[in-house]
């Protein structure tokens, strides 16, 4: 069992920062893909960026290229999304996200954490 704690959403305006941080415990994680994921009302969720807890491997969406960074601290445990100059449009509930390498987001294998709220005014 994998559990997922993340933090550090909040209230902000547009063209601030927030970092916010996923804590990870239970199991190694060294085979792992972890993700951070958003959903804003009434939109599906997707996917904001990933990264291989061994290599360091990143995917970002082109959604949030140049502004949001992913990275993980292995000593740790805990895996963080930088994200700067925020828009509006970035309002949403933040996921993280572990996953089997290869594996799927959505099989039994993966786990996500409850979400922290972003909202982000004009």
């Known amino acids: 069992q994998v559990q997922l704690v993340e933090s550090g959403g909040g209230l902000v305006q547009a063209g601030d920062s927030l970092r916010l941080s996923c804590a990870a415990s239970?199991?190694?994680?060294?085979?792992?893909?972890m993700g951070w994921f958003r959903q804003a009302p009434g939109r599906e969720r997707e996917i904001v960026s990933t990264i291989t807890w061994s290599g360091g491997s990143t995917y970002v969406s082109n959604s949030v290229k140049g502004r949001f960074t992913i990275s993980r601290d292995y000593a740790k445990n805990m895996v963080y999304l930088q994200m700067n100059s925020l828009k509006p449009e970035d309002t949403a509930v933040y996921y993280c996200?572990?996953?089997?390498?290869?594996?799927?987001?959505?099989?039994?294998?993966?786990?996500w954490g409850q979400g922290t709220q972003v909202t982000v005014s004009s």
């Open positions: 996200a572990a996953t089997p390498n290869g594996g799927s987001w959505y099989d039994r294998n993966a786990y």
């Open positions: 239970g199991r190694t994680l060294s085979t792992y893909v």
